[in-house]
């Protein structure tokens, strides 16, 4: 055996001491931090808002607001009420209007050269840095609706930011903050609140503009003496389906505009208007990506990513989750992130060759929080939710989450079922300004039939949908997961901060299973109708544990601005099955006739393998210019891997794996609103989840991607477009064993070309859509038994998606909305060699809602034309459901 690059035990020692001094550390830099505030009143305004019910349009500008509403109030009546507030807009007017002659009168702009947000117990900070000796920024602040506009004179960034900085979900109460350029000589700070207006109060600095951001509905008021009462006219922006940052792809804070690499972000709304069940549904709205059918009929979140299996090894929260025999409940999902195109080079070997999926849960808050929500359908489908959360201090800096679900359901398959309970709570304190930890904990028990589909052949495609092939009674499976998560932050200075990680995840349950005992076509005997069956159990545990380490900052050297990250990252990974068989009779598939029951069930296999891993990674990414950026990175895993035949105590051995994953990407921006880019990655996967059928080790895989691509906002960045167009190449495939489909056997190569096109935002005040097209070319490229040129299975050539909905905005009918979905998937390849194909199809999905403040009605109806479709899971085909319908009650109190 090779040495030994991993301690296997040792490192898992490591998070309490590390994280106990870091917080004793940050506790004590915290106290040092603290420092009395000077009043500048002089360089601040801060309007003071009175919320006024009203339904018409405002300006975007805080000069011309207020002469739109002295306007107004020309035409108002002679009350005593109005001749107040006309009083007020005319000192309102007076102080602005001294306010901008004085920016005018200085000489230049004011050059902002960094952007800053930093959560606080009050809500947020917001910092715009400007060179020292610099004239300093006064900020213009008038609400609209539930932004409030914070414009900004003779100022302009010193660094290039396309068509703006936006951050979604910076803290609790507030939607997203946007800093955008208007010309040459202004800029626009726009904060959305997600209930109300927030509040801003100018903190003094001698240098920067700081701003102190509440989640409330009136701003800060510093001349108690002198408040200023503006009618805010104007609706509220609804959620948009276009997100413009995620973390997946670089693990920073980078903008999605500015990565060269095609990442799509599925929000909690699509996840909610769409009622999104089972996570990999949401394959429907990301180009190149197809749902693979869950273990038995797993709820699974499963997929095909740009033609190649992900085989269920999803990320959670930036983990590893090992969700093939466990299912990820859908409740305490905030939005999934889709990595397009290999991610070694941040996230290891291991997983990710075609790509990644990252489901973000949603985080505790501090504002109350109580939703209940209860779905029923078809199949006797009921299930209710609870989504709670809020502070449990009286200063907030310790808040909570909890959701938790409920499933019970038939299914539109002879005899199956299923029953879920979820229970996730989180937690999280803020030590500090600069401090904080987050701990999560979930907890999933399923139980379900456990029922593999139909056989790849067209007799089986030729049986009724519902169809079962097994024995009611017989067939079942129940697993309980458990996963325990923590998340400590601390910022050592504006610039640079820390971030230590652990997770741990394990998973264990058993299976019954009634299913075909032949694997060669055409699966029947020689009458055509009898199918020949065994009978299987199994127990089946997996555990999973990392500890991940990071350090990023920002610097400059000369004129390129740095934004960088290391991490270290340790890993321990294991999997365990016991195999027993027995017989039971045949059925004939026309006309079965159940209740048959199992012999003696007899050990038939068992195995344990897993794995040891250490990463080291580093990345940086250089603003060149405003229009030209570089994103780099390398990372090195140490990879110890074992196998043991736990029943023959045969073909035991244990190997160890080095390589390195880099990647190379550049962005040229020639717009605020284009960005241009090409990458190059190389990506690195030990082979240690599978085996051959008699036991030997695989090569590891090794990918190699070229990529070029678009992306382009529209609409002032309520909506988005990314194109690419990608080669990828992979190296010693895993593919089913066509003789055995518990097993898998190593191919020469395989590759992928595609193009893909993704589609999201707000069209009109209302109007939102998401759309797709891919076109994907995945074959067999090298191979000495498999035919060159076969396409890869599961994986349609064509596929396009489209989902929209049209909210009312005002009259009697206001929070009356309509959904419309449709789905292309063209045919596809069962299995390698290509021996028989599952027909294209069309779907269409729609859905009526009904929104108030406190309340949702909805209705959503699933496969509307009753189209009958599969899905593939290796070896198996699986019907999928036909017309269902789900009504949806969600309270919120």
Same mark, same amino acid.
Not at 236 to 261: C, F, G, H, M, R
Not at 353 to 367: A, C
Not at 626 to 639: C, E, I, P
Not at 688 to 705: H, L, V
């Given at each position: 055996?090779?040495?030994?690059?991993?301690?296997?035990?040792?490192?898992?020692?490591?998070?309490?001491?590390?994280?106990?001094?870091?917080?004793?550390?940050?506790?004590?830099?915290?106290?040092?931090?603290?420092?009395?505030?000077?009043?500048?009143?002089?360089?601040?305004? =801060?309007?003071?808002?009175?919320?006024?019910?009203?339904?018409?349009?405002?300006?975007?500008?805080?000069?011309?607001?207020?002469?739109?509403?002295?306007?107004?109030?020309?035409?108002?009546?002679?009350?005593?009420?109005?001749?107040?507030?006309?009083?007020?807009? !005319?000192?309102?007017?007076?102080?602005?209007?001294?306010?901008?002659?004085?920016?005018?009168?200085?000489? /230049?702009?004011?050059?902002?050269?960094?952007?800053?947000?930093?959560?606080?117990?009050?809500?947020?900070?917001?910092?715009?840095?400007?060179?020292?000796?610099?004239?300093?920024?006064?900020?213009?602040?008038?609400?609209?609706?539930?932004?409030?506009?914070?414009?900004?004179?003779?100022?302009?960034?010193?660094?290039?930011?396309?068509?703006?900085?936006?951050?979604?979900?910076?803290?609790?109460?507030?939607?997203?903050?946007?800093?955008?350029?208007?010309?040459?000589?202004?800029?626009?700070?726009?904060?959305?609140?997600?209930?109300?207006?927030?509040?801003?109060?100018?903190?003094?600095?001698?240098?920067?503009?700081?701003?102190?951001?509440?989640?409330?509905?009136?701003?800060?008021?510093?001349?108690?003496?002198?408040?200023?009462?503006?009618?805010?006219?104007?609706?509220?922006?609804?959620?948009?389906?276009? =997100?413009?940052?995620?973390?997946?792809?670089?693990?920073?804070?980078?903008?999605?505009?500015?990565?060269?690499?095609?990442?799509?972000?599925?929000?909690?709304?699509?996840?909610?208007?769409?009622?999104?069940? !089972?996570?990999?549904?949401?394959?429907?709205?990301?180009?190149?990506?197809?749902?693979?059918?869950?273990?038995?009929?797993?709820?699974?979140?499963?997929?095909?990513?740009?033609?190649?299996?992900?085989?269920?090894?999803?990320?959670?929260?930036?983990?590893?989750?090992?969700?093939?025999?466990?299912?990820?409940?859908?409740?305490?999902?905030?939005?999934?992130?889709?990595?397009?195109?290999?991610?070694?080079?941040?996230?290891?070997?291991?997983?990710?060759?075609?790509?990644?999926?990252?489901?973000?849960?949603?985080?505790?808050?501090?504002?109350?929080?109580?939703?209940?929500?209860?779905?029923?359908?078809?199949?006797?489908?009921?299930?209710?939710?609870?989504?709670?959360?809020?502070?449990?201090?009286?200063?907030?800096?310790?808040?909570?989450?909890?959701?938790?679900?409920?499933?019970?359901?038939?299914?539109?398959?002879?005899?199956?079922?299923?029953?879920?309970?979820?229970?996730?709570?989180?937690?999280?304190?803020?030590? /500090?300004?600069?401090?904080?930890?987050?701990?999560?904990?979930?907890? @999933?028990?399923?139980?379900?039939?456990?029922?593999?589909?139909?056989?790849?052949?067209?007799?089986?495609?030729?049986?009724?949908?519902? !169809?079962?092939?097994?024995?009611?009674?017989?067939?079942?499976?129940?697993?309980?997961?458990?996963?325990?998560?923590?998340?400590?932050?601390?910022?050592?200075?504006?610039?640079?901060?820390?971030?230590?990680?652990?997770?741990?995840?394990?998973?264990?349950?058993?299976?019954?299973?009634?299913?075909?005992?032949?694997?060669?076509?055409?699966?029947?005997?020689?009458?055509?109708?009898?199918?020949?069956?065994?009978?299987?159990?199994?127990?089946?545990?997996?555990?999973?544990?990392?500890?991940?380490?990071?350090?990023?900052?920002?610097?400059?050297?000369?004129?390129?601005?740095?934004?960088?990250?290391?991490?270290?990252?340790?890993?321990?990974?294991?999997?365990?099955?016991?195999?027993?068989?027995?017989?039971?009779?045949?059925?004939?598939?026309?006309?079965?006739?159940?209740?048959?029951?199992?012999?003696?069930?007899?050990?038939?296999?068992?195995?344990?393998?897993?794995?040891?891993?250490?990463?080291?990674?580093?990345?940086?990414?250089?603003?060149?210019?405003?229009?030209?950026?570089?994103?780099?990175?390398?990372?090195?895993?140490?990879?110890?891997?074992?196998?043991?035949?736990?029943?023959?105590?045969?073909?035991?051995?244990?190997?160890?794996?080095?390589?390195?994953?880099?990647?190379?990407?550049?962005?040229?921006?020639?717009?605020?609103?284009?960005?241009?880019?090409?990458?190059?990655?190389?990506?690195?996967?030990?082979?240690?989840?599978?085996?051959?059928?008699?036991?030997?080790?695989?090569?590891?895989?090794?990918?190699?991607?070229?990529?070029?691509?678009?992306?382009?906002?529209?609409?002032?960045?309520?909506?988005?477009?990314?194109?690419?167009?990608?080669?990828?190449?992979?190296?010693?495939?895993?593919?089913?064993?066509?003789?055995?489909?518990?097993?898998?056997?190593?191919?020469?190569?395989?590759?992928?070309?595609?193009?893909?096109?993704?589609?999201?935002?707000?069209?009109?005040?209302?109007?939102?859509?998401?759309?797709?097209?891919?076109?994907?070319?995945?074959?067999?490229?090298?191979?000495?038994?498999?035919?060159?040129?076969?396409?890869?299975?599961?994986?349609?050539?064509?596929?396009?998606?489209?989902?929209?909905?049209?909210?009312?905005?005002?009259?009697?009918?206001?929070?009356?909305?309509?959904?419309? /979905?449709?789905?292309?998937?063209?045919?596809?390849?069962?299995?390698?060699?290509?021996?028989? @194909?599952?027909?294209?199809?069309?779907?269409?999905?729609?859905?009526?809602?009904?929104?108030?403040?406190?309340?949702?009605?909805?209705?959503?109806?699933?496969?509307?034309?009753?189209?009958?479709?599969?899905?593939?899971?290796?070896?198996?085909?699986?019907?999928?459901?036909?017309?269902?319908?789900?009504?949806?009650?969600?309270?919120?109190?």
């Amino acid at each position: 055996m090779k040495q030994n690059y991993c301690c296997r035990l040792t490192w898992l020692k490591m998070p309490l001491l590390s994280i106990f001094l870091i917080l004793f550390f940050s506790l004590e830099t915290e106290a040092k931090e603290k420092s009395s505030s000077v009043n500048q009143s002089n360089q601040q305004l =801060v309007i003071s808002l009175k919320e006024i019910n009203s339904r018409q349009t405002v300006s975007t500008s805080a000069i011309d607001l207020l002469a739109q509403q002295r306007s107004r109030g020309a035409a108002l009546k002679d009350t005593a009420s109005h001749r107040e507030l006309q009083v007020q807009r !005319r000192e309102g007017e007076t102080l602005l209007q001294g306010q901008k002659d004085s920016i005018l009168v200085a000489q /230049g702009v004011t050059r902002v050269t960094g952007v800053e947000l930093n959560q606080t117990n009050k809500g947020l900070e917001i910092i715009l840095k400007t060179v020292a000796g610099s004239q300093r920024l006064v900020p213009l602040i008038l609400p609209e609706g539930k932004n409030l506009v914070i414009d900004i004179l003779d100022a302009n960034f010193a660094f290039g930011i396309r068509n703006g900085v936006t951050k979604t979900n910076p803290v609790a109460g507030i939607k997203t903050v946007k800093l955008a350029k208007v010309d040459d000589r202004s800029i626009r700070l726009t904060i959305t609140g997600e209930k109300q207006t927030p509040s801003a109060e100018v903190v003094p600095s001698q240098q920067n503009l700081v701003l102190s951001i509440t989640p409330e509905k009136t701003t800060a008021q510093t001349q108690p003496d002198e408040e200023i009462e503006i009618i805010a006219t104007g609706e509220a922006e609804e959620d948009s389906y276009n =997100v413009l940052d995620a973390t997946t792809a670089t693990k920073t804070d980078i903008p999605i505009q500015d990565t060269p690499t095609s990442i799509q972000v599925i929000p909690k709304e699509v996840i909610e208007d769409r009622r999104v069940l !089972r996570l990999n549904e949401l394959a429907d709205n990301v180009s190149g990506v197809t749902p693979q059918s869950g273990y038995g009929g797993l709820a699974s979140q499963g997929y095909y990513l740009r033609g190649f299996a992900l085989d269920f090894e999803s990320y959670r929260n930036g983990f590893k989750d090992f969700g093939f025999i466990s299912p990820r409940d859908v409740a305490n999902v905030e939005r999934v992130e889709f990595l397009k195109g290999p991610a070694s080079v941040l996230y290891g070997g291991g997983f990710g060759f075609s790509g990644l999926v990252n489901t973000v849960t949603k985080k505790p808050v501090t504002e109350p929080l109580y939703n209940l929500d209860f779905t029923i359908g078809n199949n006797n489908f009921y299930r209710p939710t609870l989504d709670f959360g809020g502070a449990l201090t009286e200063d907030k800096s310790l808040a909570y989450r909890l959701n938790v679900a409920y499933e019970n359901a038939d299914s539109f398959r002879d005899f199956n079922e299923n029953e879920s309970i979820f229970v996730a709570p989180a937690l999280t304190w803020q030590i /500090g300004d600069r401090t904080k930890i987050t701990a999560e904990f979930e907890y @999933q028990n399923y139980n379900y039939v456990f029922d593999r589909g139909l056989l790849p052949s067209q007799t089986f495609l030729d049986l009724p949908i519902s !169809r079962f092939l097994g024995e009611p009674g017989v067939n079942d499976a129940e697993f309980d997961s458990f996963s325990g998560t923590y998340d400590f932050e601390h910022k050592f200075s504006d610039n640079w901060k820390f971030r230590q990680g652990f997770n741990a995840v394990s998973i264990s349950g058993d299976e019954v299973s009634v299913v075909t005992s032949n694997f060669d076509p055409p699966f029947v005997e020689e009458d055509g109708r009898t199918l020949s069956r065994g009978a299987s159990r199994s127990d089946e545990s997996s555990e999973n544990y990392a500890l991940q380490n990071e350090v990023s900052g920002k610097f400059k050297t000369g004129e390129i601005d740095h934004n960088v990250l290391f991490g270290v990252e340790l890993a321990k990974y294991r999997f365990a099955y016991d195999f027993f068989d027995a017989s039971i009779d045949s059925i004939d598939i026309f006309d079965p006739v159940y209740g048959a029951e199992p012999g003696a069930f007899v050990a038939s296999s068992a195995e344990e393998y897993g794995s040891d891993n250490i990463g080291v990674y580093l990345q940086d990414f250089a603003e060149i210019s405003s229009q030209f950026k570089v994103l780099a990175g390398v990372r090195l895993d140490w990879s110890d891997s074992f196998y043991k035949d736990t029943l023959t105590d045969s073909f035991n051995f244990e190997q160890s794996d080095f390589a390195a994953s880099p990647r190379l990407g550049v962005v040229y921006q020639p717009t605020d609103s284009t960005s241009l880019y090409a990458s190059w990655t190389n990506s690195f996967n030990p082979e240690i989840f599978s085996r051959s059928a008699t036991g030997e080790a695989f090569e590891p895989t090794k990918g190699r991607q070229f990529e070029i691509g678009v992306k382009q906002e529209f609409l002032d960045g309520k909506a988005s477009g990314t194109l690419a167009l990608y080669d990828l190449t992979k190296k010693n495939v895993l593919t089913p064993d066509p003789e055995d489909p518990d097993f898998s056997i190593q191919t020469g190569e395989q590759k992928s070309r595609g193009v893909e096109l993704d589609l999201a935002g707000e069209i009109l005040p209302g109007w939102k859509v998401i759309a797709t097209y891919a076109y994907t070319d995945a074959f067999v490229s090298e191979d000495e038994d498999l035919p060159e040129g076969d396409r890869l299975q599961g994986i349609a050539e064509n596929s396009a998606s489209f989902w929209t909905t049209y909210e009312l905005q005002a009259g009697n009918l206001e929070g009356l909305g309509f959904g419309l /979905g449709l789905y292309f998937v063209g045919d596809r390849e069962i299995q390698i060699p290509n021996t028989i @194909q599952l027909d294209s199809y069309v779907r269409a999905d729609a859905a009526i809602f009904y929104r108030r403040d406190k309340y949702e009605l909805a209705l959503n109806f699933k496969n509307i034309t009753d189209t009958e479709y599969y899905g593939t899971q290796g070896f198996f085909i699986t019907p999928e459901a036909p017309f269902t319908v789900l009504g949806n009650v969600s309270v919120k109190f």
